[in-house]
């Protein structure tokens, strides 16, 4: 390695592991960092994992063993790739290594028998403009990092290889072109990773996921995750599974958890999408998802399994089409998250019940996307105004003892199991209810009241709990 001593190194980024650095630590206040992977021969980044469980101080940052241990061997050893070294961000003016940092990577060539780590620096969007600044560390001579060039090359998986090609089953069901110009954003994964890629199957163009989680070996009897993925983060599994079926489809993982996410990080992946999917079991995840919608003015989709998979639900919002938001749907579930009560058990269900769900919901999806289309199946299910946005689905014959026998006073005898609901939400406001405090229960929630949204835009900007 002694010759990066008399020329300049080049480190060669794919585009998409340089775009979600740009996204992640690149919005965030400096501090913040992630782990490079790739091809340590020809100096090749292919994969930034961003750490959301970094400890950091006002003026150091450092990975965190425990989250990224197993996600270093699941990488190395379903992929090849091996850890190049870390990015992190300095304050505004400051790009290079300090101290502390030199110190944490001689503890990593200690642990290790690199040859080198790479270390770029990052002055982030949020402290002043963004850039990258790459060095090079040798084990011989640590405390003087080498500059390094930097260089874009294309992903392996490219746009120029063949995607889906023959798309003839879909015809009358979709429109191609609206869905290769769609926009997904889809907080949580695991779950719903059926939803995602049977969207891909169907044309969908750009999906963005969103999910600080790892591959854990019970994920695999509830998602469609393969002993390969354990250790990977959900959003490289998914994206692992979704490169099998459509190469060309654009996608963006960010390992982060949607509730700490600032606004610059937020803009850059909700102003322009279509749709949001939120499929998590955090109800705290699903409250801020629906804050996200109304304050972007986006469609949105909330979904998840009742304890022990007896039923599911689907809340869905169409902005200038239906007249509520989620919480005026469940508003005692805030009640109960402000008193403490935890999220429901996941525990008891099944895949079968995942894909149940997960099949109605790329259903109400497609419809969705479609609603200015004409002449497809899914065009035009909801018209210019539809109230009936709250669906329950029985997986379970004794369900609904717990809703008053809900399913048997709708349905009657003849109802078993495998029934749905599409349930009539009123907007919460007056004279019969207080106004909600997300959509002032205004029936439009592209109008939403101006001090609404001054609330919402504090909560976002984390400037209030």
Request: with cysteine; charged share 20%.
């Amino acid at each position: 390695m002694k010759q990066y001593l008399h020329s300049k190194p080049t480190v060669h980024f794919y585009r998409q592991a340089y775009s979600l650095l740009k996204s992640t630590v690149g919005k965030k206040p400096c501090e913040t960092l992630g782990l490079i992977f790739g091809d340590r021969r020809t100096m090749t980044v292919k994969l930034f994992v961003y750490d959301p469980k970094a400890r950091a101080t006002v003026t150091t940052c450092s990975p965190s063993v425990e989250y990224f241990n197993p996600i270093i061997k699941a990488i190395y050893e379903s992929l090849g790739w091996e850890l190049l070294g870390f990015v992190h961000s300095h304050p505004e003016g400051n790009t290079k290594l300090s101290a502390p940092d030199i110190s944490y990577i001689k503890t990593l060539f200690k642990a290790t028998n690199a040859p080198y780590f790479i270390c770029p620096i990052v002055q982030s969007e949020a402290d002043t403009d963004f850039s990258l600044h790459p060095y090079l560390l040798l084990p011989e001579d640590p405390h003087h990092p080498i500059p390094m060039e930097l260089s874009m090359v294309e992903d392996s998986h490219s746009h120029t290889e063949w995607g889906i090609q023959d798309y003839t089953c879909l015809q009358g069901a979709v429109d191609l072109i609206r869905m290769k110009t769609s926009n997904v954003v889809a907080i949580g994964s695991g779950g719903g990773m059926t939803v995602l890629s049977d969207l891909v199957r169907s044309g969908l163009g750009s999906l963005t996921v969103i999910d600080p989680d790892t591959v854990e070996e019970k994920n695999m009897t509830r998602a469609d995750f393969v002993l390969a993925d354990v250790g990977l983060p959900k959003t490289y599994a998914v994206e692992r599974r979704l490169r099998l079926i459509d190469p060309t489809v654009h996608y963006c993982g960010i390992n982060d958890d949607i509730c700490q996410m600032k606004m610059l990080e937020l803009e850059a992946h909700f102003a322009d999408c279509d749709l949001i999917l939120a499929m998590t079991d955090s109800f705290a995840a699903q409250s801020y998802a629906n804050l996200i919608a109304l304050y972007f003015k986006k469609p949105i989709i909330l979904a998840g399994l009742y304890p022990n998979g007896q039923a599911a639900e689907i809340f869905f919002s169409i902005p200038g089409v239906t007249p509520s938001c989620l919480r005026c749907a469940v508003e005692e579930r805030y009640q109960l998250q402000r008193a403490g009560s935890g999220d429901p058990p996941s525990s008891g269900s099944t895949i079968f019940h995942t894909h149940m769900l997960d099949a109605a919901i790329g259903m109400l999806a497609l419809a969705i996307l479609h609603r200015d289309t004409e002449g497809c199946q899914f065009s035009n299910w909801f018209g210019d105004s539809f109230d009936r946005n709250f669906v329950q689905m029985r997986l379970h014959p004794e369900y609904s003892a717990e809703e008053g026998k809900l399913f048997h006073k709708r349905l009657g005898e003849r109802g078993f199991v495998f029934d749905t609901l599409f349930q009539q939400v009123t907007p919460n406001c007056p004279p019969d209810y207080a106004p909600c405090p997300d959509c002032g229960g205004t029936g439009n929630l592209s109008a939403i009241p101006d001090d609404n949204q001054e609330r919402i835009l504090n909560v976002l900007s984390h400037d209030s709990c």
